[in-house]
Each structure stands twice: as C-alpha cells, then as structure tokens.
Nanobody, 125 residues
Framework: QVQLVESGGGLVQAGGSLRLSCAASGRTFSRYAVSWFRQTPGNEREFVAAHNFRGGATAYADSVKGRFTISKNSIQDTVYLQMNSLRPEDTAVYYC??????????????????WGQGTQVTVSS
C-alpha cells in the first residue's frame, strides 16, 4: 500500500506562485499515475491535473491550463504541482491521489485508490 504526503501549501497573494509536492512512502511512483485534486467546503473534490507514468503524459482541468504545471522527479520520487498566476478561486485544500499500479490516472474522486492528507492553499485578493 502506498502512502502519499503533500506539502507546499500556504498563503499567497493573487498573481503569486506556489509549488506543491506529493511524495510516496512504502512504494515508489514508478508505476503510478498521480493526480491532483482540490476541494472547497461543501463541494466535491475537483480534478486539477494528472501525470501518467506511461510516457509522462499530462492532463489539466480547463480552469488551470496555462497556469499550473504537473511534473515528476523520478530521482526524488516526488510529483510536483507548480501553480502560477494564482487566483482567489484557486483557494482550496489540494490532494494528491493515485490509482492501482499500472492504471491510468484518475480524474474523478471515485476512481482513485489512495489519497494524501491534503495541503491548504489560500490565495488572497
């Protein structure tokens, strides 16, 4: 079983940047597709971005395209979410998630098998 740990959240002004990290313990990310979701109070978790282990293909929600970049550092076994040009509406708890090894990335909450504990991102106007 893989355990996921997110870090890097915080408070930033609109237009600023943050980089979130998702690290795995217990397993490596070598055969895991990793997704980032975010959640605001009273709402379901929303897909943000994903990195597929097959060829490193990436996917993004329309709301973050051109502003967020997902990447993987295989040596550090960490997946990053670089968030630029942040907006107040990006405020949320951000989670990383994976499916079973070898599976394609999850883009819906119910498709994911393992979750991290989440990290808070707050963007002030």
């Amino acid at each position: 079983q893989v355990q996921l740990v997110e870090s890097g959240g915080g408070l930033v002004q609109a237009g600023g940047s943050l980089r979130l990290s998702c690290a795995a313990s217990g397993r490596t990310f070598s055969r895991y597709a990793v997704s980032w979701f975010r959640q605001t109070p009273g709402n379901e978790r929303e897909f943000v971005a994903a990195h597929n282990f097959r060829g490193g293909a990436t996917a993004y929600a329309d709301s973050v395209k051109g502003r967020f970049t997902i990447s993987k550092n295989s040596i550090q076994d960490t997946v990053y979410l670089q968030m630029n040009s942040l907006r107040p509406e990006d405020t949320a708890v951000y989670y990383c998630a994976v499916v079973r090894p070898g599976g394609d990335y999850c883009s819906r909450e119910t498709e994911c098998d393992y979750w991290g504990q989440g990290t808070q991102v707050t963007v002030s106007s």
